[in-house]
């Protein structure tokens, strides 16, 4: 039986076992790889930075 750690990625707020962790908060491998391709200029942008906000916010919490 094989234990699977899961986290919530803090980005499309699904539960991952794979992906990164950035002070208290986890963005998972899908995620992480798609701000890494993503262009300044794409509409996404600006979603990823605000959802990347909320892990500097929490650490005033
Ligand atoms: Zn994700």
Redesign the pocket.
Same mark, same amino acid.
């Given at each position: 039986m094989k234990a699977e750690h899961r986290e919530t @990625? !803090? !980005? #499309?707020?699904?539960s991952?076992a794979e992906?990164i962790n950035i002070y208290a908060s986890f963005? @998972?491998a899908? #995620?992480?790889e798609e701000i890494v391709g993503t262009d300044v200029q794409d509409v996404k942008y600006p979603f990823f930075i605000r959802q990347l906000k909320n892990i500097w916010l929490k650490q005033d919490a």
């Open positions: @990625c !803090i !980005i #499309c707020e699904q991952k992906g963005i @998972c899908d #995620c992480e």
